[in-house]
């Protein structure tokens, strides 16, 4: 019995637990995880995703970290990639308000957050939730390991957008 294997079994879990199958090995070492690869430079149309706090990690400052996605719908080879973008907010830092480093992370969230508004038509906001699932296009920068976004404006898919559900909570961060 593997080890842990009668701990899993005292807990209800059955002997498949850590059941794994490959049927070729040649195919296994020969993938290529596409959708991880991160979209170079470029204009793109994208769906912003749930903001939601990155849970256990902090930056080197030591202050929470709120992250989002901008999910690509542009059909082709980029499509389903995702650019991930952080915000800082009060409401996760509330003993760092006085901190100066804080306090320009805000600034920087603030702007995101407004460029975001600007590409989906938002002159005010109230909650986080009213961005979710919201469509536009986005000229990003691949520097280094992160995108920078550069310019934001409405969508332009050239077809329908397809129905979103966004969700709303009574919390803002800012």
């Known amino acids: 019995m593997p080890l842990g294997q009668d701990v899993a079994q005292d807990m209800g879990i059955p002997n498949s637990y850590n059941s794994f199958q490959i049927d070729n090995v040649d195919e296994a070492m020969s993938y290529e995880p596409g959708s991880f690869t991160k979209p170079p430079t470029g204009t793109y149309n994208v769906q912003i995703g749930p903001f939601q706090l990155i849970d256990k990690k902090t930056d080197t400052s030591g202050h929470w970290m709120k992250g989002y996605a901008l999910n690509i719908v542009d059909p082709g080879e980029h499509e389903g990639k995702v650019i991930d973008q952080i915000i800082w907010s009060p409401e996760d830092n509330p003993d760092s308000l006085d901190d100066p480093k804080f306090k320009t992370k805000l600034g920087i969230a603030k702007k995101r957050i407004a460029q975001l508004m600007k590409g989906v038509g938002l002159t005010t906001l109230s909650n986080l939730g009213q961005l979710e699932g919201k469509f536009l296009q986005v ?36």
């Open 139 to 174: 000229d990003v920068v691949l520097d280094g390991k992160n995108h920078d976004v550069k310019d934001v404006r409405a969508a332009n898919l050239g077809q329908s957008l397809p129905e979103t559900e966004a969700v709303v909570s009574d919390q803002i961060p800012f």
